[in-house]
């Protein structure tokens, strides 16, 4: 094979040619040409068996520079949420995001993760403090006792409690752990307790760091199910009480001991 180039209004592309085909000249395929080998270009489609010219773009409205957007479900209603560099808007009908829902601290995140409890939503990123909305409510606000050195992936709900994965504290991942909140009580979900004390259940536990960290949890008929690296457990009640200290989970590996 040997490579030359061809010169005509276009700028100067090199082509390919064939001994083996008696000197046909092949052209390079249309899908290897780099961008700068077109000169020009016209809008055109297929229609009715045809190819037919057709007028240039035009634009139909703003583009906004989002870091998310979100389907939730607040005060028996689908919305959208939006999430820009400073602000969070919602919207009812997908098309005017006018209602203002940011909190009085806002972070510009790229991770945002968004779960549901009921009617509450619940915002997470690991460069931000977890934030919750009511159902009724105006504004994000964090949690009140969520630990000041903590940041989390996501935040989701099980069996009455917040579930916390992809924690990280003072910036350092910690990836088998993981954290639950107290008994909830929707009225004053944004006030649960998130540190164990001898008055409620919240605690955390670490799975073997040979496993690897967290990437998910869910709920599979009414067990929780956690999705490591290299491993799946299952996070059922426990109502055993060692020590007069109430165990709030078990925790055992599934597909090895089952």
Do not use: C
């Not at 909190?103 to 919750?132: E, H, K, N």
């Not at 909830?184 to 496993?211: F, I, K, M, R």
């Amino acid at each position: 094979h040997f490579r030359s180039k061809v010169t005509s209004l276009m700028p100067t592309i090199p082509i390919r040619s064939s001994a083996a085909k008696g000197g046909i000249v092949w052209d390079t395929p249309a899908n290897e040409l780099p961008p700068n080998a077109w000169s020009s270009g016209a809008n055109a489609r297929f229609f009715k068996n045809r190819l037919e010219r057709v007028g240039g773009y035009r634009e139909t409205a703003t583009v906004v520079d989002g870091r998310a957007l979100w389907g939730v479900w607040r005060a028996g209603r689908r919305e959208l949420l939006l999430i820009t560099a400073t602000t969070m808007t919602l919207s009812v009908d997908g098309v005017t995001f006018a209602t203002d829902v940011t909190p009085a601290v806002m972070t510009d995140a790229i991770d945002w993760v968004v779960t549901q409890y009921g009617d509450w939503v619940l915002l997470t990123s690991v460069f931000a403090t977890p934030l919750v909305l009511d159902p009724n409510g105006s504004q994000f606000v964090p949690y009140t006792n969520w630990p000041a050195t903590y940041r989390v992936h996501k935040i989701t709900a099980y069996k009455q409690f917040l579930i916390a994965i992809g924690v990280e504290i003072s910036g350092v991942v910690q990836g088998g752990l993981v954290k639950w909140s107290d008994a909830v009580e929707l009225a004053t979900l944004e006030d649960v307790e998130w540190d164990s004390t001898l008055t409620n259940l919240a605690g955390e536990n670490t799975l073997p760091s040979a496993d690897g960290s967290i990437k998910d949890f869910g709920v599979l008929r009414d067990t929780g199910i956690i999705y490591n690296d290299n491993s799946v457990w299952r996070m059922d009640p426990s109502g055993a009480r060692p020590q007069g200290v109430p165990e709030v989970w078990t925790f055992r590996q599934i597909f090895l001991d089952d």
